[in-house]
């Protein structure tokens, strides 16, 4: 069956980074395009970043334009996402997700990692 499982979050202060990761399995990793999305407490799900089937278009939340940078390892069915300059409003719980372009939804959701930023 389709798994996604995040890691990589945890706690940072301010201007700092962390490196998020998201192993998948269970479906050809390489046939889908990839997002990330996050959702912080009282707020909507937001799309974080997407990146296209082999890596060649990425787009952003104009959010996080110029911080993050979002990435794939086709031969490790990875999915990651770097976040540089980290600001406070980042602090969310963060998912990754399979887009199915066919019915043009993520159709596949980890169960996400916490990102607090904070000092």
């Known amino acids: 069956q389709v798994q996604l499982v995040e890691s990589g979050g945890g706690l940072v202060q301010p201007g700092g980074s962390l490196r998020l990761s998201c192993a998948a399995s269970?479906?050809?990793?390489?046939?889908?395009?990839m997002r990330w999305y996050r959702q912080a407490p009282g707020k909507e799900r937001e799309l974080v970043a997407h990146?296209?089937?082999?890596?060649?278009?990425?787009n952003y939340a104009d959010s996080v334009k110029g911080r993050f940078t979002i990435s794939r390892n086709n031969a490790k069915n990875a999915v990651y996402l770097q976040m540089n300059s980290l600001k406070p409003e980042d602090t969310a719980m963060y998912y990754c997700a399979r887009w199915r372009q066919t019915a043009l939804r993520s159709d596949y959701w980890g169960q996400g990692t916490q990102v607090t930023v904070s000092l």
């Open positions: 990146i296209s089937i082999i890596g060649g278009t990425t």
């Open positions: 269970g479906f050809t990793f390489s046939s889908y395009a």
